[in-house]
């Protein structure tokens, strides 16, 4: 399978494909789904990361579980749009990924997610410290799937891939 720019990667999708939106940390990754439609994201879990292997395989488990047809993988590119240590550790993951699944996948520029939802948890849910850390990473994996289905949802069907795209999408391009 492989990477695809946001726009090839909605093209490739059939009508009722659902994606997959991880937020990869190094302790957890958060999980969240996409409707049918393609239009909401909901949190879905958090996996506490051990092996790779494990996983991976509990990923794929859940994907299946739910018809996932594809995955967007939060990118945190710095505020400058430059990649660091932790771009290239979220690439050497889906890389893995996919050897170990066969994924098709696309990146999302998660700057800021986590202290987006963050805030929204504190502000409009007023969450205690503790169940902030537990629902966290699932909401925002939500938030960067939820930016690449309304990303996806303003691309025509043959629309440029760096339209909405990750600073990698735009530098494949050039």
Same mark, same amino acid.
């Given at each position: 399978?492989a990477i695809?720019?946001?726009a =090839? $990667?909605k093209?490739m999708?059939?009508?009722n494909d659902r $994606?997959?939106?991880?937020d #990869?940390?190094?302790?957890t990754?958060?999980?969240?789904?996409?409707?049918v439609?393609? !239009?909401i994201a !909901?949190p879905a879990e958090t996996?506490r990361r +051990?092996k790779?292997?494990?996983? *991976? +395989?509990a %990923?794929?488990a859940i994907?299946?579980?739910?018809g996932v @047809?594809?995955?967007? %993988?939060g990118?945190? #590119?710095?505020m400058d749009?430059t990649?660091?240590?932790r771009?290239q550790s979220?690439?050497q993951?889906?890389?893995n990924?996919?050897?170990a699944?066969?994924?098709?996948? @696309?990146f999302?520029?998660e700057?800021?997610?986590?202290?987006a939802v963050e805030?929204?948890l504190?502000? =409009?849910a =007023?969450? !205690?410290?503790?169940?902030r850390?537990?629902? #966290?990473?699932?909401?925002?994996?939500?938030?960067?799937?939820?930016?690449a289905l309304?990303?996806m @949802?303003?691309?025509? +069907?043959?629309?440029p891939?760096t *339209?909405? +795209?990750t600073?990698h =999408?735009?530098?494949?391009?050039?």
């Open positions: 399978m695809l720019p946001l =090839d $990667l093209n999708l059939g009508r $994606l997959m939106g991880l #990869v940390g190094s302790k990754v958060g999980l969240a789904m996409s409707d439609n393609r !239009t !909901t996996i +051990g790779f292997k494990e996983d *991976a +395989g %990923i794929h994907a299946a579980e739910n @047809a594809a995955y967007i %993988i990118l945190p #590119v710095s749009g990649e660091g240590p771009c979220i690439r993951f889906a890389k990924l996919d050897e699944i066969g994924a098709d996948y @696309a999302w520029d700057r800021l997610s986590t202290s805030r929204i504190i502000r =409009d =007023d969450m !205690t410290r503790k169940r850390a537990e629902v #966290v990473d699932k909401m925002a994996a939500a938030y960067i799937l939820q930016g309304d990303a @949802a303003h691309m025509t +069907g043959a629309a891939s *339209a909405h +795209g600073a =999408d735009k530098a494949e391009d050039a």
